[in-house]
């Protein structure tokens, strides 16, 4: 009996990779294939498709991302933090889901739900949570590239919730 040399964990790291520096767009079996230095046969064997394979791979991406920035989420603060390391440490995977169109508004969802269980948000920021999370996404998206040192990131943690208090200090009353 033969045994499967290239299993799922293997081909789904190899198009994580593939995927992170060139776009998901890149995602054909054969360019896989040639980021494993395998034939495309395993590919279509584990998956039965590229499109399986790209389902896979989104919710893999997605999984990997949450539980490397976002185990902890108690707070707004420590969402803007966990936002603030995922931009700016995989600049290349951000970068990658920022530009693939169906895959963004997948990711974007996927971190609003996270926003939404915060605990703090849940609490404190019902009406605002939409508003806020799009606000925090967009300003660590302009810091992007910009820290260098652990401590610029504090200061642009700081700047994203003196941002977030003035708003809701000066928002009309509903």
Known sequence: MRTKKY??????????????????SSLAARHVARELSI?????YLEFGNMENLRIELIDYVFKEVRA??????????EFIKNVLLFVNTEEELYLSL???KGVNNQ??????????????????????KFFMFRLIISLADTS??????????????REIKKIIQLYLKNRLPN
């Open 144 to 157: 992007r590239g910009e820290q260098t040192q652990l401590s610029n990131e504090k200061i642009r943690e």
């Open 98 to 100: 920022l530009t693939e």
């Open 39 to 43: 034939s495309t046969q395993p590919i």
């Open 7 to 24: 299993e799922k964990p293997f081909i789904l790291k190899g198009a994580y990779q593939l995927a992170k520096r060139n776009g998901f």
């Open 107 to 128: 990711f974007t969802n996927y971190l609003y739900e996270i926003f939404c269980e915060n605990k703090e948000v849940q609490e404190c920021y019902r009406e605002e």
């Open 68 to 77: 490397k920035y976002f185990s902890v989420n108690i707070s707004i603060e």
